[in-house]
């Protein structure tokens, strides 16, 4: 009888473990999969996107090479990715430190910190918009960043961090709790204090959270496209033009789909092993810690 019931047990879990799992991989295979399938197929074509189109082999990957405005944007969204990922990681490392210290209103100013986050990108982007174009300047009495081909990263750079530092310091306040207090009492006998304690104490024993947050913030960082929309459309004089921006205007408006479909593939390829290579280089860090 033990066995029997034991044996109905395991049978209703796998039906409700397969009653999630199928849905999932449906909506991941349709959304996902086959979306990635067909673009990899259309990069080999000069589709426009609609009408008939011909295969044109790797022509599409060679001019790639060639193009100066991808290149431009290339340059442009990695510039902004190492910026923002070294910033956000910092200042969120710091407002983690203030936060796990004993302060009052600790959980609330947590839940205020994660505020950015809950917001969408064009949302924050538009509120940022006004206020870089006509607040800013009101205060200041200069132009506006957003109209200026040398300070407009700079501004993007600004609502990039400021957004992203909530889940960031978030997974840090998280690696900070975990560190047990014993260890900095050690450490306190030993004399270590101030900057002695967080590098020889804190910061080795938080590695695994900076490598997670090293290797999300940097794959968001390259993937920035709402605060492009929202923010500048690309300008100005296509000093703002991030790859996935890129990707999307010229695909689907300019009719590049096939040439975007090739250049998506590239981005997709390169998001990949940036994330590799990252996580083994952190890992060692860690194993060398």
Known sequence: MAQTAKAKIGSARNR?????????????????TI?????????????????????????????????TRVLNSYLFTFKVAVVATILTNVISLTLAI???????????????????????????????????????????????????????????VVVLVWQACAQTTIIYITGLSSVPEDVYEAGALDGATGWDKFRYITFPLIMPSITTNMVLVMKDM???????????????????ESISYLIYQNGLNNSQFGFQCANAVIFFILIAVVSILQTKFLNSKEEQL
């Open 16 to 32: 409700t473990f397969m009653a999630i799992l199928i849905p999932v991989l449906v909506i991941f295979v349709l959304f996902n």
């Open 35 to 67: 979306p990635l399938i067909t673009g990899f197929f259309y990069s080999f074509t000069d589709s426009k996107g609609y009408g008939s189109f011909s295969i044109v082999g790797i022509q599409n990957y060679i001019d790639l090479f060639t193009d």
């Open 98 to 156: 203030g936060l796990s210290s004993k302060i009052k209103f600790k959980s609330a100013l947590r839940g205020v910190y994660f505020v950015p986050r809950i917001l969408g990108g064009l949302v924050v982007g538009y509120v940022f918009s006004y206020f870089f174009t006509y607040i800013l300047p009101a205060l200041t009495g200069t132009a506006s960043m957003l109209a200026s081909t040398e300070w407009a990263w700079v501004a993007i």
């Open 222 to 240: 390259l993937m920035v496209f709402d605060q492009i929309v929202s923010m500048t459309s690309g300008g100005p004089a296509q000093s703002t």
